[in-house]
């Protein structure tokens, strides 16, 4: 639901209902993740996705159900190689899906609206809802904010409430999405209550040095991949507004000296592109002993050895040049700025998902990874 929650948040704005249906466990060859979501107002508009497909049908009718009746419900959709095309998730797998009714002006979805206005102005929140336990409880929920902070009540405002705060609290640290069981009374020991938790945190940022023709490309790039993304130069007459228009930021100052003093996590992505050692040395360096998710750089095989002779003079270790991916990208036989921005979101995504970059088509590699393997790299992602 919150990968939606911008358009949700302005629906509610504008006084419009709507039902939301929420991936919320899969398995086998699901095509979304859990938390993926389809949304229908009463106008019959349609937002997002929870199937890429396959069973969005029958989806938008559960939601148009959900405005008529009011109920929150929760459905399985799977496959059967004897009806396929009847069960409809053609592709394999099973998702459960829940389907939850949110009215604009309803005191009772208070919750939702500050759920969805929170994720929509990109603060950091988690969302669990009870998605198998008692039917009065089923989709009741619980907004757990960064501070500790949080709304709702989802049994008798107890031991139930604390131990789901802290369980959603900890998705949240981890900027991961799941699932939690608790017993009834709020105990860690499963059995009785199944919560889902999404988590929303701020855009991975995306930090993109040296302002040329490549680094434009990748800009449009990083952006269609969700990053926030800033360019920086040390060149005025370069890191321009003009040459840049789709970039969130554009920095003028030393590259090294911008990294060292802006944020940075688990999530950011630093794509190193100027190629000149002036700059690529310093900045390397410490780039290298951050944890940020991923260091690349631009240049030729000759470069990559040069630059690495001239980071290990400057005190890095093999642990830390293991980290550099150089030449940067995957081999596409790229040529043109669009082809090897391409080939450098390739790589991204690879490092961030665990791909392999090998081409499907004979490689038996699985196309969905299950959610434990989904879980553990998230967890990779930000540690």
């Not at 497909?53 to 938008?60: L, T």
């Not at 050692?277 to 050895?305: N, Q, W, Y």
Request: glycine residues 12%.
């Amino acid at each position: 639901m919150l990968d939606i929650a911008v358009e949700l948040d302005r629906w509610l704005t504008e006084g419009r209902d709507f039902a939301v249906a929420t991936v919320v466990a899969v398995g086998g060859s699901a095509p979304r993740d859990p938390g993926a979501a389809l949304a229908v107002d009463s106008a019959g508009t349609a937002i997002g996705s929870v199937s890429g497909g396959c069973v969005e049908g029958a989806v938008y009718d559960l939601c148009v159900q959900a405005l008529e009746d009011g109920l929150t419900v929760r459905e399985r959709f799977g496959y059967s190689d004897e009806d396929a095309f009847a069960v409809g998730l053609t592709c394999g797998g099973t998702i459960d899906v829940l389907v939850t009714p949110v009215r604009a002006d309803a005191a009772g979805d208070a919750v939702f609206r500050a759920a969805l206005s929170a994720a929509a102005r990109d603060e950091p929140a988690a969302v669990a809802r009870v998605v198998q336990g008692p039917a009065e409880l089923l989709g009741r929920p619980l907004l757990v904010r960064a501070d500790g902070s949080y709304e709702g009540v989802l049994g008798n405002g107890g031991e139930l409430e604390r131990t789901a705060v802290a369980e959603a609290g900890a998705l949240l640290d981890a900027g991961r999405t799941g699932t939690v069981a608790l017993s009834e009374d709020g105990s860690h020991c499963p059995g009785g209550l199944t919560l889902f938790v999404e988590s929303s945190l701020p855009q991975p940022r995306m930090i993109v040095f040296g302002a040329i023709d490549f680094a434009a490309a990748l800009v449009r790039t990083g952006k269609f991949l969700g990053y926030h993304v800033t360019v920086c130069d040390a060149r005025p007459v370069f890191a321009t507004r003009a040459r840049f228009p789709e970039a969130d930021e554009i920095v003028v100052d030393w590259p090294h000296r911008y990294l060292r003093g802006t944020a940075t996590d688990g999530r950011t992505v630093l794509c190193v592109l100027t190629h000149d050692a002036k700059f690529d040395v310093p900045l390397l360096e410490t780039a290298l002993r951050m944890p940020v998710a991923f260091v690349g750089a631009m240049g030729s095989r000759r470069t990559h050895a040069d630059r690495n002779r001239r980071l290990r003079e400057a005190g890095l270790g093999e642990p830390e040049l293991s980290r550099l991916r150089s030449p940067i990208g995957l081999d596409l036989g790229a040529r043109t700025p669009e082809e090897t921005a391409l080939s450098i979101a390739a790589e991204i995504v690879a490092a961030r998902r665990g791909g392999t970059g090998v081409p499907l088509t004979g490689s038996g590699t699985p196309l969905h990874r299950d959610t434990a393997e989904r879980g553990a790299l998230a967890v990779s992602a930000v540690a």
